[in-house]
């Protein structure tokens, strides 16, 4: 992912508002879904993207200590927006945030290296950090995703499967 050309204020910016979608994305899957240990996992991603957050934030305002960070309408790197409303199954948007984590990796990844050309040895740290964090989400999903299917599947032939006595 080149970000080369895109400056630090504005990359922060990208990457909150990513955090942002994201925890949302999750939540609403963990409203959704009837599944209690899936709607635990998709709590613990959601509060995993909040401290993302956080510390972006945090570091922004240590870079920037008189700027007010902005998140962009629209963002100049290409990462997946996910689409979903209440007839998308969970598992269309559970393969579609696997995706996400993927990009939001690689982006801090670029970032990372970024801020190590530029001699930020802590902030470079910190968001190679984040880039391990994002493909262990991913891992989370995709286990989880392999399961939400079999449970589709379930449903789907068998409708009266999860009823009890």
Do not use: C
């Amino acid at each position: 992912m080149d970000i080369e050309e895109i400056n630090f204020e504005t990359l922060f910016g990208i990457a909150v508002k990513s955090e942002i979608e994201s925890r949302n994305v999750y939540e609403y899957m963990a409203e959704k879904t009837k599944n209690y240990l899936l709607k635990d996992r998709l709590k613990f991603l959601a509060n995993e993207e909040k401290k993302h957050e956080e510390f972006l934030r945090n570091y922004f305002s240590k870079m920037f200590p008189n700027k007010e960070l902005k998140l962009p309408e629209e963002s100049p790197v290409p990462l997946p927006h996910i689409e979903y409303d209440a007839d998308t199954p969970i598992s269309s948007i559970l393969e579609q945030s696997m995706k996400a984590e993927v990009a939001a990796r690689d982006y801090y990844l670029s970032m990372s290296k970024k801020a190590e050309k530029m001699g930020d040895i802590e902030l470079a740290k910190g968001l190679y950090y984040l880039a391990n964090m994002e493909m262990g989400h991913y891992h989370i999903l995709e286990n989880e995703l392999e399961s939400e299917k079999r449970f589709e599947d379930y449903d789907a032939y068998w409708p009266m499967m999860h009823v009890g006595p």
